[in-house]
């Protein structure tokens, strides 16, 4: 006598992230930024909120280099760290 229920015979459709691929940096052109982020977290007992300025840098590395698709940095959580708009940056007022 079979135990075994059947409780219907829905399948696993696999699909994409919703970022699209995440490309292994296999040249390793962003390892520097990697590792300074990996000693920075190592340093820091992986709080990873005192590394954010590295984990920027080490995603601005993969994006420049094709790694990953361009994200604004706002969009990425870094809105804080973004470089202000030139007008802004001089200290002058606006009109």
């Known amino acids: 006598m079979s135990t075994a229920m059947n409780f219907g015979t829905k399948s696993f459709k696999p699909r994409a992230p919703d970022k699209g691929s995440f490309p292994l940096d296999h040249?390793?052109?962003?390892?520097?930024?990697?590792?300074?982020?990996?000693?920075?977290?190592?340093?820091?007992?992986?709080?990873?909120?005192?590394?954010?300025?590295?984990?920027k840098d080490y995603l601005e590395c993969r994006m420049d280099n094709q790694l990953m698709a361009k994200e604004p940095l706002a969009k990425l959580g870094y809105k804080d760290l973004e470089d202000p708009p030139p007008s802004q940056a001089d200290g002058d007022p606006k009109p």
Do not use: I, P, V
């Open 27 to 55: 040249f390793g052109e962003c390892k520097a930024f990697k590792e300074t982020f990996m000693k920075c977290l190592r340093d820091n007992h992986f709080d990873n909120s005192l590394c954010r300025l590295q984990s």
